[in-house]
């Protein structure tokens, strides 16, 4: 298995999710596994810290998916700001994480 690197700062740049939220999705992986790849820079998360938590914790296997970005800084800039947030279609924004854990996403 790919040795993962949890960086805190990208960590952080989204949500936490409410306890509630966290077992919804839990169950989910655990009834459906985990479908969404976790995204990597390098061999750093930088999407899908929750997931990964969850699947680290039960045993549970997981795709993963590399993007390049130039720095660090473009990394956490375009991937906090444009990547975890998704507008629906009552104009309201929601995280992946979140919305996967309650059968949205």
Not at 44 to 57: K, P, S, V
Not at 61 to 86: I, L, M, Q
Request: charged share 25%; glycine share 8%; hydrophobic share 40%.
């Amino acid at each position: 298995m790919q040795e993962i690197v949890i960086d805190e700062e990208f960590k952080w740049l989204l949500p936490v999710l409410d306890a509630e939220t966290f077992k919804l999705l839990e169950e989910n992986i655990l009834q459906n596994g985990c479908r969404d790849s976790l995204i990597l820079w390098g061999d750093t998360l930088i999407d899908g810290h929750n997931r990964y938590e969850i699947c680290m914790r039960h045993g549970l296997p997981f795709n993963t998916v590399s993007k390049e970005f130039d720095t660090r800084e473009a990394c956490g800039a375009v991937w906090g700001a444009e990547e975890h947030y998704s507008l629906d279609a009552r104009n309201t924004y929601f995280n992946r994480d979140t919305c996967w854990g309650v059968g949205v996403w």
